[in-house]
């Protein structure tokens, strides 16, 4: 048994280390999705791999980065003053971009604890600028690093520094983040270590009981839950490839204590790069329970444990390599998000919510050196008592926009419009939030690619409650508009715009 | 002339005059209908040199009564407060939300211009334009008008042109004018805010200065005073200063005791205020206010919800939790007879600290049965005894304060083992040497004259202003030349601000690594081999690691300071300490006999060991089994470990 005082007085413990991590990473990297954005996650885990405290950071990374922990600890022997590295995702990454350190932390001659920190980096090589292309195979996506290490007994390893940094569009860039990544690991591991001198095992001890008390807690609310099974259906727009409609499929139902969430009927694996990885898939399930059942809880892999998740082999949402997967994170965790918060939708009708924008808008641009990449909010969906925020990140990001006024200075692009899309909230007795315009233009010529959602299927509204208004991309050449997919990698010349409407979110309940 | 020091707070308006060498306290009940006529009531006859922290800023602020305040932004960019960083504040939530948005969207306008990162002008603003519009704000009854361009830090004339117009008709803050820096939403909201602010600020300084005997002048957030000129261009800057007084009071309290490495612990009623002094106070620029980003130069203090009112109660996995819902003073902690809430105070009152022979604060008389009942509660859901329980909560609440301190220590790059923990406000010396020795803090100073402790640090306060200027070159022998003729300027231009006297200059230059996003600060030298060597030393204790990368200077910072004639504090004749009676107390799972002193009855040299429990007015001290504490010549009690 724990004891209830010690127990608050370790979760606050452990929470400042995870901030103190994602504080270091804010100051001192490089890359503007890091520094302004913050996209970025940092994390302590049992030595079973389970998370026992997360920053509040990007929730995409929660349920991902266990794998990431397992894989390192199979594949790469973690000695004192080991780090490994890696962002394959089919062995414990999510897609490329994001690059996971794992460190052990050691006492007594044994690891007690390790900690992990994961930053989206702004380029990692493949066919286009910000590594988040449409592609057809990971390979054209950028460099795959499977679990390495990249530390050793406390020396960073300059060759495979080197090797990744080559690989990208902005190399130093990559190193000085890199190494701005493994600092924060050994302030962890620094501040931990200090912990189990002053208070030995009980440390270890206390993690196990968090992650206990969280699940305890999930489980008492799960048995509480209505019987019958609940299910949801929406669509992706495509995969960029010409196809038609991609389902997500889900039902919900509980058994006992355990919760057990099914994606039986989801479309087979797709050509283009939205296919998701089951640890995608575990984070968005995992952020949909805590929303729905456990807002106050601590977030922590103990929310997992009475959630059983079945993802049929070789679908979209547990893909064969070398499915291509960039698009995955960061679109189809948050159709996930959508069909799985609609199955508690119906199963708890008084905690309903309407779809959020549904898509993170992700514009990546660059030339032959540079790259930059970034996201664009939209409309929050409403509940029965509220209206849905307007021009934010919903769901499964929270990374904040790069001012104007630093991107202007750091790359050849102006923004001529950043406002919110008016009317593009779904109506109804609780309004759905509005969309947000982003107009770019380019002073050079450049790659770009876009990687959107919600160009065609609105984000539902409920009971009644209109759907928001679909995005739309439009290139603006000489005058002459364009309309453009959803997911596209063109070229643009000096002078050109891109005009990116995010889509608003759903209504809920009939208009007065 | 007498010198005053004056603090209003929502209850009482504190004073501290120094005249002919002593010094003489005084407390009146605020008048929050218009504060500014206790301030003038409680100065009294004579010409004085009058420091002031006032809430009114604050107040309105918090209570939404300030100014009809139009936003005037660059075409494209109308939704600049409503969109923000496009990020919620609860991660995890069905109802995702946003930071207030200070101008409703009703009141935000464009107008057609756009100035470029480098300052060149691409399309230029007309003046029809701007006349124009201040016939249409002039119809919708505006007010105050807050103008934030874009990349106005490297061209402000557009604002310039706009705040031409705008000025005839209301009150105008440029962002340039407020805030010169890059980042369009922060600077957007230090503007806005500001704006929204002159008019009420102008108000209540035209009344104090229409009817004060003598020169006025206004505390910032950033610790020091300002003249009243300053303050009604610049509100903004006083938006922070309440919770700054104790710091301001602990650092000139801290010259007296000839400490210079302190750690401040304020413990109030709902919540408790951390700050780290180093010489001289610490100053923030990233501080915020109900999730707004506030890049305005204040004191440093991290605050936690946890004071001696905040609740203890369970949650549905068991775990005892403390906070960050309060009983505040009203209906107060379950002792107080008015409320069931079992608090911090309620725990303490189990554990024997607080005892009902010795009123709490101003004449108030507990109820301990109360206490027991409240704690009991608790008790039985975690399955515990009672006493167990009250120690419980009482550590559930160290290890909240605990992370305040850390945040302004150790992730700043500091060792509290260092410091000196300095405790005031209700609940600060309750707990502080028990706090002291969980960071390893090796000595606790519990300071004098707490009942008006921030008026004090007025008193005692410099006229501090800070300056900045944009640098952004590249580290070298020439361009550390060009910053050192900068400064000059920058000191020159100072000078204005103050009234006569020699004033001081800190010179400190925010570096990084070029691409890097934050800077750090670095005490300016005439040399780029040592500014190198400052900045790589302190990115390794700050950030554990070095770069080998080029450096930038980013901006020219300087704190001007005009000392102000110190007084000496009062001292105290020696005395030795009798206690009043003993009585138990439960400390560490265990019954033991503890001694009751009376403050007043303590004097220079008067020796505790504890544990013992000391009461004032001000409030109670606490000193622990295994501690010892010494009153020193100005009252102050020192508290440390027992050498065995």
């Known amino acids: 048994m724990f004891d209830p005082i010690k127990l608050e007085v370790y979760r606050n413990i452990f929470i400042s280390i995870t901030d103190e991590m994602g504080t270091l990473l804010k100051l001192s990297s490089f890359s503007p999705n890091i520094k302004e954005r913050r996209d970025y996650s940092a994390a302590l885990f049992s030595e079973r791999a389970e998370i026992f405290a997360l920053g509040a950071h990007i929730p995409v990374h929660l349920g991902a980065m266990p794998s990431s922990v397992e894989a390192a600890l199979k594949e790469v022997e973690l000695g004192e003053g080991d780090t490994a590295l890696l962002n394959h995702p089919f062995y414990g990454g999510t897609h490329l971009p994001d690059i996971t350190l794992i460190s052990p932390v050691f006492w007594e001659g044994s690891p007690a604890f390790y900690v992990a920190n994961r930053a989206h980096h702004s380029d990692v090589g493949g066919m286009q600028p910000g590594s988040m292309p449409l592609a057809e195979e990971i390979y054209q996506e950028g460099l795959i690093i499977p679990p390495v290490k990249i530390e050793e007994k406390g020396k960073v390893n300059r060759d495979i520094l080197k090797l990744i940094a080559a690989n990208s569009r902005n190399p130093e860039e990559r190193e000085a983040d890199l190494m701005a990544q493994i600092a924060a690991n050994r302030k962890a591991i620094h501040r931990l270590q200090e912990l189990l001198e002053r208070k030995g095992e009980e440390a270890v001890e206390y993690a196990y009981h968090i992650v206990d008390y969280s699940e305890r807690i999930l489980r008492k609310r799960i048995s509480e839950l209505p019987s019958g099974k609940f299910y949801f259906q929406d669509f992706m727009d495509d995969d960029g490839f010409g196809s038609q409609a991609i389902e997500i499929k889900v039902c919900l139902w509980k058994e006992g204590q355990n919760l057990v969430i099914d994606f039986a009927g989801t479309s087979p694996q797709v050509r283009g790069g939205i296919n998701a990885n089951s640890a995608i898939t575990l984070s968005a399930v995992l952020y949909s329970v805590k929303l729905m059942l456990g807002e106050d809880l601590p977030i922590n892999s103990g929310l997992l444990r009475p959630v059983k998740v079945k993802i049929p082999p070789g679908s979209l949402l547990n893909p064969y390599p070398p499915a291509a997967v960039a698009g995955g994170n960061v679109e189809t965790s948050q159709r996930i998000v959508d069909v799985v918060l609609g199955a508690f939708s119906m199963m708890l009708p008084h905690r309903a919510v309407a779809a959020s924008q549904g898509t993170m808008n992700n514009i990546s641009f660059g030339g032959r050196d540079f790259a930059y990449y970034e996201t664009i909010g939209g409309g929050a969906g409403a509940t029965p008592e509220s209206h849905g925020a307007s021009g934010l990140h919903t769901h499964m990001t929270n990374s904040m926009n790069t001012p104007v006024e630093v991107l202007e200075r750091e790359f050849l692009v102006l923004i001529r419009r950043y406002e919110l899309r008016k009317g593009s909230g779904g109506r109804g007795r609780r309004r759905g939030g509005d969309g947000i315009v982003r107009e770019y233009e380019f002073l050079s010529p450049a790659r770009v690619s876009i990687l959107s959602e919600r160009r065609r299927f609105s984000p539902y509204g409920l009971e009644g409650g209109q759907g928001g208004k679909p995005g739309r991309n439009l290139l603006v050449k000489k005058g002459k508009v364009k309309v453009l997919p959803s997911k596209i990698n063109f070229k643009v010349g000096k002078g050109d715009r891109l005009v990116v409407e995010t889509p608003g979110g759903g209504g809920f309940g009939k208009e007065d | ?644």
Request: charged fraction near 25%; aromatic fraction near 8%; glycine fraction near 10%.
């Open chain 2, 1 to 644: 002339m007498k010198r005053a020091g004056v603090d209003t707070g929502g209850t009482f308006t504190d004073f501290v005059f120094f005249e002919e060498g002593t010094l003489r306290t005084a407390k009146l009940l605020s008048t929050p209908e218009n504060p500014a006529l206790a301030v003038l009531k409680g100065l009294g006859e004579g010409a004085y040199f009058l420091i002031h922290g006032t809430t009114v800023a604050t107040n309105a602020f918090l209570e939404e009564k300030t100014a009809r305040t139009a936003l005037i932004t660059t075409e494209g960019f109308k939704n600049l407060l409503q969109i923000g960083r496009q990020t919620r504040v609860n991660l995890f939530s069905r109802v995702p939300l946003k930071p207030p948005e200070i101008i409703p969207e009703e009141l935000c306008f464009v107008l057609r211009e756009r100035v470029l990162y480098d300052g060149k002008v691409d399309i230029p603003l007309s003046r029809e334009d701007v006349e124009r519009l201040a016939r249409t704000l002039e119809e919708r009854g505006v007010e105050a008008v807050a103008v934030v361009f874009l990349h106005s830090y490297a061209n402000p004339s557009h604002e310039r042109l706009a705040g031409d117009v705008f000025s005839r008709k209301f009150k105008v803050s440029l962002s340039h004018q407020v805030l010169n820096e890059h980042r369009e939403y922060e600077r957007a909201v230090a503007t806005a805010l500001n704006a929204s602010l002159l008019p009420v600020m102008e108000d209540y300084l035209d009344l104090l200065e229409k009817n004060a005997r003598g020169e006025v002048y206004i505390m910032n957030s950033s610790g020091g005073f300002m003249t009243t000129e300053i303050t009604r261009r610049m509100p903004v800057l006083t938006l922070l200063s309440g919770p700054a007084g104790g710091v301001i009071a602990s650092h000139a309290v801290g010259k007296f005791l000839s400490l210079d490495r302190i750690i401040t612990l304020d413990m109030g009623g709902t919540s408790t205020d951390v700050s780290l002094i180093k010489g001289g106070i610490s100053i923030t620029r990233s501080s915020s206010l109900f999730h707004l980003p506030l890049r305005i130069p204040m004191v440093d203090i991290q605050t936690v919800g946890t004071g001696g009112g905040s609740i203890a109660w369970v949650d549905d996995g068991g775990a005892l939790r403390v906070g960050p819902e309060s009983a505040g003073a009203d209906p107060g902690p379950a002792c107080y007879g008015r409320s069931e809430l079992p608090t911090l105070t309620d725990a303490l009152v189990v554990l024997g600290r607080i005892r009902e022979e010795f009123p709490l604060g101003e004449g108030l008389r507990i109820k301990p049965e109360r206490s027991f009942e409240a704690v009991g509660r608790i008790a039985k859901k975690i399955s515990s005894d009672l006493y167990r329980t009250a120690e419980g909560i009482l550590e559930v609440s160290l290890s909240n304060t605990e992370r305040a301190v850390k945040l302004v220590s150790l992730e700043r790059g500091e060792d509290p083992g260092e410091f000196t923990l300095m405790a005031f406000g209700g609940a600060g010396g309750l707990v502080a040497a028990e706090l002291a020795h969980r960071l390893s803090i090796p000595r606790v100073v519990i300071p004098p004259l707490q009942g008006v402790f921030s008026a004090l640090g007025m008193l005692l306060s410099d006229g501090v202003r800070e300056y900045s200027s944009s640098f952004l070159r590249q580290l070298s022998p020439e361009t550390v030349e060009e910053a050192g003729k900068r400064f000059g300027q920058m000191e020159r231009e100072a000078k204005k601000d103050f009234p006569e006297g020699a004033l001081i200059f800190e010179r400190v230059c925010e570096m990084r690594y070029r691409g890097q996003g934050y800077e750090i600060s670095v005490p300016f030298v005439n040399s780029a081999e040592s500014l190198l060597n400052s900045f790589n030393q302190l990115h390794m204790k700050l950030y554990y690691h070095t770069q080998d990368r080029p450096v930038e200077i980013v901006n020219l910072r300087l704190r001007a300071v005009l000392p102000a004639r110190k007084p000496e504090l009062p001292q105290i004749p020696s005395r030795r300490a009798e206690p009043v009676f003993e009585a138990d107390i439960y400390h560490g799972g265990r019954k033991m006999n503890c001694l009751f002193y009376r403050g007043q009855d303590l004097g220079n040299g008067s020796f505790l060991r504890g544990p013992s429990v000391i009461t004032s007015s001000h409030g109670t001290v606490y000193i622990p089994p295994g501690f010892v504490a010494k009153v020193g010549i100005y009252g102050e009690i020192w508290i440390e470990v027992e050498n065995v």
